[in-house]
């Protein structure tokens, strides 16, 4: 069945340690995206990528990266920078346009300590 | 970005439907209404969308007042699995950006069996 997977679906890490988020999709979509939510808030734009080897910064970039060297692949590092990194993240596709439809993932729910 | 606004909860009896409003009183002629929901721990999933028409589709209708400020989506017949948050967003048909959904608060619906 195609969809998204991110992994893992529960992560813990130690303050000031970078940690990577896999999303991967096999829904053949040039367009991918990370989002954040926090407790009680809708989802907030980090990173988005139209096409491989291209992305653009969100609302909330400051203290993530990501890469884009395959289209099914979008991985999100959340680095030492970011202050408040516990949250829930989601990692979403779509073939670019308007008419259409964001397919989203699971999620990873981080945790530093 | 045009915003929306949407109540913060509202509860149904399971098999009643439901109507949740979405003020949307600055948008342009060129966006489209988009409603995805999201269940507890889980990541949105697409429901409806539409530009001017009513729509309708296995899930829901969506119906859109004829001066596009606002817009109602329809849950025909509640079931325990519609609890989830609903969202109602706007997306600018004239750029490609469409996939950076821009999520508020969303409406809390709870369903009473």
């Known amino acids: 069945d195609g969809g998204i997977t991110q992994s893992p679906k529960y992560l813990f890490r130690k303050e000031g340690q970078n940690v990577t988020l896999s999303c991967e999709q096999n829904?053949?979509?040039?367009?991918m995206y990370w989002y954040r939510q926090d407790p009680g808030q809708g989802l907030r734009l980090i990173y988005y990528?139209?096409?491989?080897?291209?992305?653009q910064k969100g609302d909330i970039a400051e203290g993530y990266s990501v890469s884009r060297e395959k289209k099914e692949s979008f991985p999100l590092t959340v680095t030492s920078a970011q202050k408040n990194p516990t949250a829930f993240y989601l990692c979403?596709?779509?073939?670019?346009?308007?008419?259409?439809?964001?397919?989203f993932g699971q999620g990873t729910r981080l945790t530093v300590v | 970005d045009a915003k929306t606004t949407q109540p913060n909860s509202m509860e149904s009896n399971e098999e009643e439907p439901v109507h949740l409003p979405c003020n949307h009183s600055?948008?342009?002629?060129?966006?489209?209404i988009h409603w995805y929901r999201q269940l507890p721990s889980q990541g949105p999933e697409y429901v409806i969308h539409?530009?001017?028409s009513n729509v309708n589709n296995r899930m829901a209708s969506l119906a859109i007042a004829e001066d596009r400020k606002s817009s109602t989506l329809i849950l025909h017949r509640a079931t325990l699995r519609d609890a989830a948050v609903y969202y109602c967003?706007?997306?600018?048909?004239?750029?490609?950006?469409?996939?950076?959904?821009?999520f508020g608060a969303g409406t809390q619906v709870v369903v009473t069996p």
């Open positions: 979403a596709s779509s073939i670019p346009g308007i008419d259409t439809e964001a397919f």
């Open positions: 990528s139209q096409i491989v080897n291209d992305f």
């Open positions: 600055t948008i342009s002629g060129t966006d489209y």
């Open positions: 829904l053949n979509h040039d367009a």
């Open positions: 967003i706007l997306i600018d048909g004239t750029t490609d950006s469409w996939g950076k959904l821009q």
């Open positions: 539409g530009l001017t």
